[in-house]
């Protein structure tokens, strides 16, 4: 009879497992229980799983690719007034961008290098 019951418990954890677990199944499958003499118990389905914050809809923005680092470094050393040496030229793009060039983006060092070339930085 242990063997009945225990088959039992399984089909009730598989019907609520399955979310097929109604209240007319869960009063069948209690009362068969009892008519077989198993201690009442209350059947209940598995708590439902959390839900998932939404995640939002990204759609991909055209817009500017950031220029490589190192390339437009290596175009602002190409560039570099005669005279500067590489100490003065770090020093000038610190002052510039506000850090230094192992620092920056592609972006700044391109600001960097369209500055330089406009005479903006001495």
Same mark, same amino acid.
């Given at each position: &009879?242990?063997?009945?019951?225990?088959?039992? !418990?399984?089909?009730?954890?598989? #019907?609520?497992?399955?979310?097929?677990?109604?209240?007319? $199944?869960?009063? #069948?499958?209690?009362?068969?229980?009892?008519?077989?003499?198993?201690?009442?118990? *209350?059947?209940?389905?598995?708590?439902? =799983?959390? *839900? %998932?914050?939404?995640?939002?809809? $990204?759609?991909?923005?055209?817009?500017?690719?950031?220029?490589? =680092?190192?390339?437009?470094?290596?175009?602002? &050393?190409?560039?570099?007034?005669?005279?500067?040496?590489?100490?003065?030229?770090?020093?000038?793009?610190?002052?510039?961008?506000?850090?230094?060039?192992? %620092?920056?983006?592609?972006?700044?060092?391109?600001?960097?290098? !369209? #500055? &330089?070339?406009?005479?903006?930085?001495?």
């Amino acid at each position: &009879m242990t063997a009945l019951l225990d088959r039992l !418990d399984d089909r009730v954890a598989d #019907a609520a497992e399955a979310k097929v677990l109604t209240d007319e $199944v869960k009063a #069948a499958l209690t009362s068969r229980a009892e008519d077989l003499g198993a201690p009442a118990k *209350p059947v209940s389905a598995p708590p439902a =799983p959390a *839900p %998932q914050p939404a995640t939002p809809t $990204v759609k991909p923005v055209e817009g500017e690719v950031e220029p490589n =680092p190192d390339a437009v470094l290596s175009e602002i &050393m190409l560039n570099t007034p005669d005279g500067w040496g590489t100490s003065g030229l770090q020093e000038r793009i610190a002052t510039f961008l506000g850090k230094p060039s192992t %620092q920056a983006n592609g972006f700044e060092l391109q600001r960097f290098l !369209d #500055a &330089m070339k406009n005479g903006e930085v001495q």
